[in-house]
């Protein structure tokens, strides 16, 4: 997060301010700073790493040499004192800290905004798009979610529903107050954190996600309002946040305890719009679907939409058995 600089008249002094500075480098030197300490000497090709060490990880010197660049240069920028470090540069720092595809990506993200750098967007709710609600509602065979660039829920079948949130209003994603944010739920919502058998791996994918998706907005206001609430509302979510982990879950296999089947495990996917990728379809597969789905879709009671209600079409929430 970036902290405001004290104002003038707030009995802060040079020094102090200089001190704030240091320690405040901003979000492209926390990450440097950050994975600078998580890569050790023998994992890279200096011949000295056997020597004693007083620093966790490389030392700037160390990852300057291995980069390219100067020790002036790199410790001006891991402080937040440059503005203007090339693509060049920013691929040869992620080279020598071995990032991934993702890492290095969030790395020229967060360059980028510093010379970019502009006031806050004013919240923006997001609309779903309708070629994303027409492919929604052509999956009627398995769960599948509408999510938004934050991960707010934009419209789910009823399978999707059923399957992770029953205990909310089905009619949810159409109304703004209403509208479930999956990664408040996992941290906030005792019944969806209940949800998810290996919550510690769920919970630490959505951080690392959340941390990339603010490298590359770092000026929407209601992305940041949800980082700032969820760091003074939730200690795993702060532990989680401090680790700098950065990452992008886009398959993979979920252990469930569903409140009506029990123990389930199942594959996801997520799908991406080509005209609006921030939109994706999060699409749940699972064996034995015939029987699952029945259980599923067996507890319909009051969560179909009501009629009139805006936003998601009718048709969009039958899912199997809707008929009947």
């Known amino acids: 997060m970036v902290h405001p600089i004290p104002l003038q008249g707030s009995g802060v002094d040079r020094a102090g301010l200089y001190g704030w500075c240091v320690n405040n480098p901003g979000p492209l030197g926390e990450f440097l700073r950050a994975k600078r300490a ?31 660049v100067s020790v002036s240069y790199y410790t001006r920028l891991e402080q937040g004192h440059s503005r203007h470090a090339s693509d060049e540069v920013l691929l040869a720092l992620a080279n020598a800290l071995q990032l991934r595809v993702t890492e290095t990506e969030h790395l020229l993200d967060l360059a ?46 009823s399978l999707g529903h059923a399957l992770i949130a029953p205990h ?3 009619d949810a994603p159409a109304h703004e107050m209403r509208r479930p944010s999956l990664p408040r739920m996992l941290f906030l919502d005792p019944v969806f954190r209940g949800l998810f058998a290996d919550w510690e791996t769920e919970a630490a994918d959505y951080v ?37 982990r950065v990452g992008e879950c886009i398959s993979g296999t979920k252990p469930l305890l569903h409140p009506a ?34 259980l599923l879709g067996a507890p319909r009671g009051s969560g179909l939409p009501e009629p009139g209600v805006p936003g998601i079409r009718q048709g969009l929430h039958e899912g199997p058995g809707a008929e009947g």
């Open 38 to 68: 998580e890569l050790q000497p023998a994992q890279t090709q200096l011949a000295a790493f056997g020597s004693r060490r007083r620093v966790k990880g490389l030392r700037r010197e160390e990852l300057a040499q291995l980069a390219g």
């Open 168 to 170: 909310l209003p089905f």
């Open 208 to 244: 690392a996600y959340l941390r990339f998706i603010t490298g590359k907005y770092p000026r929407d206001a209601a992305l940041t309002s949800l980082v700032g609430e969820l760091l003074i509302k939730d200690e795993d979510f702060s532990r989680l946040w401090a680790t700098g």
């Open 112 to 157: 980028r905004s510093k010379t970019n750098s502009g006031p806050h967007a004013a919240a923006v709710l997001e609309t779903p798009d309708r070629r994303s609600l027409d492919m929604l509602g052509f999956i009627t065979d398995r769960p599948a979610v509408l999510l938004g660039r934050r991960n707010d829920v934009l419209g789910w079948n």
């Open 261 to 294: 089947i029990g123990e389930l495990c199942v594959d996801f996917q997520l799908w991406a719009q080509s005209s609006n990728p921030e939109h994706r379809i999060e699409i749940y597969s699972y064996p034995d679907a015939g029987r699952i789905n029945a």
